[in-house]
């Protein structure tokens, strides 16, 4: 599908937060798009300036009741120039890969098409509701089907895909709090791994940043539990008091960890950037919120409820979908206070608001 030709302006305030210690850095330059995002789809870079991401455009159409239903577009938002691009119709699960896009469109009540290609230039194959064991790799967004096949023995020992030339991870301690070894591809058994210091209950993901060439892992709670069939079981949220640690992956097996302090500030996500990082958890008021951690300092961004995030390749960019209402409150008007925003931590000056 090709985007449409006119380039739809769009409102742009740019917000300034007092966001670092006195004498240190300058503040954090914050850029509302005005664009309503849904708040359910993930959000991605397709460059170091352009987000994609998924939302309602205005546009509606009449449902067999002869009630508007109002139509969610795949888009891309410039946050330098403030460019809009609208392509295809979405109704979940927007993935995006090195300029290769998948996206499912409703089609009818019991009808999907599921959207794949070059970004603009997409095919689509009509489904059911959902296939059955048709899944998508999270690194690259194509189905698993497409991928080449891991050795058998990999496949025992609970592999995980990395990119294809970064191999896979095995842990085959069951579903016990076992180490992670890295396999290059091609791998005929466990000798032919690197060893890592990970546990497969520690972590949750491994999202790769091109701006450290290493995946990010972020630390999931397991407590010991030796009377525990799986030795012990996973908590959630982080607990209060207690560190965080958070690793890189480097792919020829090298990891760095990193203790993030205590507080509240570590309710939720956290994604690195190339300054520090990026946390959610509640202010002293109980309000959702957006911090920025480097080394000790922690200081307060963006209150309201943060849904999805994405780091841009450099590294210096965080787009965010913000609700800074109530969470709870469902009605329309409240909708349209959804909107992609980006955090640049690499900014430097102070901004003030500008209006486009």
């Not at 591809?185 to 290493?214: M, Y």
């Not at 069939?229 to 982080?238: A, Y």
């Not at 909708?335 to 608001?353: M, N, P, S």
């Amino acid at each position: 599908m090709s985007p449409t030709n006119a380039i739809l302006s769009s409102f742009v305030a740019v917000l300034t937060f007092g966001c670092a210690s006195a004498g240190t850095s300058p503040d954090f330059q914050i850029r509302d798009s005005g664009l309503r995002a849904a708040h359910n789809i993930s959000v991605y870079w397709i460059s170091n300036e352009e987000v994609l991401f998924a939302g309602p455009t205005g546009e509606t159409r009449k449902r067999p009741d002869g009630s508007e239903e109002p139509i969610n577009r795949v888009s891309t938002w410039n946050s330098r120039t403030s460019e809009v691009r609208r392509y295809g119709e979405i109704a979940a699960q927007l993935c995006y890969h090195d300029g290769y896009v998948v996206y499912w469109q409703r089609v009818s009540p019991q009808r999907l098409r599921v959207n794949y290609g070059k970004l603009g230039e997409e095919s689509g194959v009509e489904r059911g509701p959902l296939q059955t064991g048709e899944f998508y790799d999270a690194h690259t967004c194509r189905n698993q089907n497409e991928l080449d096949a891991l050795p058998v023995w990999a496949k025992q020992a609970n592999a995980r895909r990395l990119l294809p030339q970064h191999g896979f991870l095995v842990a085959d301690g069951g579903s016990r709090n076992t180490t992670y070894s890295l396999c290059p591809t091609d791998a005929n058994d466990r000798a032919q791994c690197v060893g890592l210091s990970i546990g497969q209950r520690e972590v949750r993901t491994f999202n790769w940043h091109p701006f450290k060439g290493a995946y990010f892992a972020v630390g999931h709670y397991f407590q010991v539990d030796a009377s525990h069939p799986d030795g012990g079981v996973g908590r959630s949220p982080w607990p209060k008091g207690v560190p965080m640690p958070v690793w890189w992956l480097y792919p020829d097996g090298r990891t760095e960890r990193v203790m993030l302090p205590s507080g509240p500030w570590l309710n939720y996500f956290v994604s690195p950037t190339r300054n520090g990082f990026a946390t959610v958890g509640h202010n002293n008021a109980g309000q959702q919120t957006l911090y920025f951690m480097a080394g000790d300092a922690v200081r307060p961004i963006l209150v309201g409820l943060i849904e999805k995030d994405a780091v841009s390749p450099d590294g210096c960019r965080l787009a965010v979908i913000h609700d800074p209402k109530k969470p709870s409150d469902p009605t329309p008007q409240h909708q349209r206070h959804i909107t992609l925003k980006v955090i640049d931590f690499c900014a430097r000056g102070r901004y003030g608001i500008q209006h486009r």
